[in-house]
Every structure is written in C-alpha cells, then in structure tokens.
C-alpha cells in the first residue's frame, strides 16, 4: 500500500489504486486504521450480555444430568415449560461454542483419493485399447 501512496500524490488514489491493481478499499481501510489505531479496538462487551455468572448457570443447566444430550432448543423448551428462563437458543449454542462443545454432528463425506487405473498384459490378446483419433 506504500507504493499506492506515493504515486497517488502524482496520480491520485482512484488511479493509482487502478494501476496497481489495489483495492481502493483496501487501501482506505488500511490508511485509516494507521492513523487512528486506537479507535479500532477490541468492541466492548454489550450491556445486556450475560455476566459471568449467567453464563456459569447456563452451562450448569446444559451439562447436568438432565439434560446432558439433548440440544440447546430441548433444554430452552422445557425450562420455559417449567417456568424458568435462562438465555436464548442462539446464547447456549454461543456459550456451547466458546467452549468447543458444539459442532456439526451429521457424518462428513470422504471421498477416497483416486487412483489412476494401472493396465497389465502378461501375455499377447490380454489388453485392448483402441485409437479415437480421426483418420485423415
């Protein structure tokens, strides 16, 4: 991006970026980021984010006995059924993350890898190929 500075003061930026093949974006982006580093840091927590203790009794809930292997949706469904709310679906899954504990539990696909075919004649009459080339 240096080199997108320099020939933007004879060029500019629009067509410095252009002959450089940079993304104006990009280029602002890492321009402004540079000049006020300490305006892009880390967000702060939101206000109505669950405390520390919130989280605690959640991940209690999920992994006690009762409801050890059900999902985030069962358990959310009959604790409002029993009266007592404790987060979102969307915050125990968050939390199940943050922690490793959740992930896609269908089975994956693999493919084996492929192995080019290996033709072997030990005697005459064993192998036929033919020739697809046109005759001229």
């Known amino acids: 991006m240096a080199a997108v500075t320099e020939l933007a003061t004879a060029v500019g930026t629009r067509a410095a970026c252009r002959a450089l093949f940079a993304p104006r974006a990009s ?34 809930h999920l992994h006690g006995e009762r409801f050890q292997d059900r999902s985030p949706a069962a358990v959310y469904a009959t604790l409002l059924d029993a009266g007592e709310y404790l987060c ?37 009459n064993q192998l036929w190929s033919w020739d697809i080339s046109v005759p001229q």
Do not use: F, N, W
């Open 27 to 60: 280029y602002y982006r890492q321009r402004r980021s540079s000049i006020r580093p300490e305006v892009y840091k880390l967000r702060p927590s939101p206000a109505r984010a669950l405390s520390p203790a919130e989280c605690e009794t959640v991940l209690t």
């Open 88 to 124: 979102s679906i969307r915050s125990m899954y968050r939390l199940l993350k943050r922690r490793g504990e959740s992930r896609e539990r269908r089975d994956q696909l693999t493919h084996p890898p492929y192995q080019k075919p290996e033709l072997l004649a030990t005697a005459p």
